[in-house]
């Protein structure tokens, strides 16, 4: 009887809920998601319309399933999107904007691209270069890890790709040369949380998140914008990240790194292929416009869906096939849809304004650095509490945006600072999913004690960026 409850148990995990969550946590947050939304949506609140406690009801019960796992996020955002169209919350017009603007297909281009690059094995190859010149010892090691986090990040702009396709590579390295598996861990960890500083860099470092970010500031910031205003930060945070990283996982072997192997390696890949240059033609050629937008006008969203078309085309493109839709998740679309209309709904009904006069100081700051702090102090305990970086943007963002207004910033300024604190703080996986999908001997061999190691030294470092960074570095380019 117990082995039918306990299967019985598992299957209702299985079917119901989303992997990789215990089913307490999936229940408790059900419940408390179904709950806040009836009371809101029965209860009257003082200054805030029905509109607006009808879309901070719905937002929270999603930011609940979200943070819990109660299902796959796609259809937790079907939900929010579809309870905000049905209780008249806001029309279908504003839930459903982002499906009109570049910034989507932007993300759904970076996926197609990752695909290109993946599936025509340049990335693979590009990869075992890098490793056969520059790779000579353990720091190298570690060092690389990151070096190609960033090198890739110009042709891959997701962040899970990329680390697989590092990892992939590099633990053939540590394996060939016989590194003791605690040594293998501290590589993991360097892949796999090393992604989070190097995913700052670059607007394509995480483009579903940092596209977001944007989206829901409603401003418009292009590539060549965010590597003025947030490559110095991204560069900062990785430095010191590789610095505390050395520090800690000292190794236990001594690393000499088969460079036959690799290069054998290289050899059975063979010459580089057709569809491998043409790929790296038209990555090329994504890059170069995303970087001159200011002399075409074209937004990097309509650049990366016209080269993913030529892409697949024959003779000229090849590396995009029909296999390709198959690594563009709808359901994460959906997601960032979900998590942007939030912004966007809660504007129009009210909410978020009503948010940033009842748990913010009644007249925002004028010391720029006493509200970057207010900011940074906010994000980390939300992001402590909640977990999942997506959802804590969804309802940092907008209210802080409209604290900033209050103040006269440009509401990219907030927004950016949101995205920095929220982006770049952890302490255990489950506070990244950049570093969730690491966990595990079949991935990053990491567990959540070795994350910790390295999260609770790292703690300063949204204060150290937006603090002694970003606001100098912005008021030198005028941006504040």
Not at 24 to 36: A, R
Not at 261 to 287: Q, S
Request: net charge positive.
């Amino acid at each position: 009887m117990r082995a039918v409850c306990v299967e019985g148990r598992a299957a209702r995990q299985g079917i119901f809920f989303e992997k990789g969550f215990s089913y307490e946590k999936k229940l408790i947050t059900l419940i408390l998601g179904i709950v806040c939304a009836a009371v809101l949506f029965i209860v009257d609140i003082p200054g805030l319309s029905p509109e607006g406690r009808r879309c901070m009801g719905m937002s929270l019960l999603a930011v609940f399933w979200w943070t819990g796992g109660v299902m796959h996020p796609g259809y937790t955002s079907l939900l929010l999107l579809l309870g905000y169209i049905v209780f008249k919350v806001a029309p279908p017009a504003v839930v459903l904007g982002m499906w009109t603007t570049p910034m989507m297909y932007l993300i759904i281009g970076s996926y197609i691209m990752a695909s290109a690059v993946n599936r025509s094995g340049l990335g693979k190859r590009l990869a075992y270069i890098y490793a056969t010149r520059y790779i000579r010892s353990y720091t190298s090691l570690i060092i690389g890890a990151y070096v190609l986090g960033f090198l890739l990040s110009i042709f891959i702009p997701l962040s899970f790709a990329r680390s697989f396709l590092i990892m992939s590579v590099l633990v053939i390295l540590a394996k060939d040369a016989k590194m003791p598996t605690p040594d293998i861990v501290n590589l993991g960890v360097a892949v796999f949380a090393g992604s989070v500083p190097v995913s700052l860099i670059l607007l394509t470092g995480d483009s579903v998140l940092s596209m977001m970010a944007i989206g829901m500031s409603g401003q418009s910031l292009g590539w060549v914008g965010w590597v003025q205003y947030m490559s110095i930060p991204g560069i900062v945070a990785t430095l010191i990240t590789i610095f505390v990283h050395l520090k800690i996982y000292k190794p236990r072997g001594n690393f000499q790194p088969n460079k036959e192997r690799m290069l054998a390696t290289l050899t059975e890949m063979g010459p580089v292929k057709p569809v491998e240059w043409r790929t790296l033609f038209w990555c090329v050629v994504t890059v170069v416009g995303w970087m001159t937008e200011s002399l075409h006008g074209i937004h990097p969203g309509w650049v990366s869906i016209g080269t993913a078309i030529f892409m697949a085309l024959p003779f000229v493109g090849g590396a995009v096939g029909p296999a390709s839709w198959n690594d563009v998740p709808l359901g994460i679309l959906l997601f960032v849809l979900a998590a942007l209309s939030i912004g966007k709904v809660g504007d129009i009904s009210g909410m978020n304004m009503w948010l940033a006069n009842s748990f913010l100081p009644s007249v925002a700051p004028d010391n720029i650095f006493l509200f970057g702090a207010i900011i940074a102090v906010v994000g980390i305990i939300l992001h402590m509490c909640i977990g999942s970086v997506m959802a804590v943007l969804s309802v940092t963002i907008p209210a802080f945006v409209a604290f900033g207004v209050k103040a006269g910033l440009n509401p990219l300024i907030p927004a950016l600072f949101c995205f920095t604190v929220v982006y770049s703080q952890y302490l255990l996986p489950f506070h990244h999913m950049n570093i969730l999908v690491g966990v595990g001997e079949k991935q990053g061999g990491f567990t959540d004690k070795d994350i910790l190691r390295l999260g609770l030294p790292l703690s300063v470092i949204p204060f150290i960026l937006v603090l002694l960074v970003e606001i100098p570095l912005w008021k030198l380019f005028g941006f504040l």
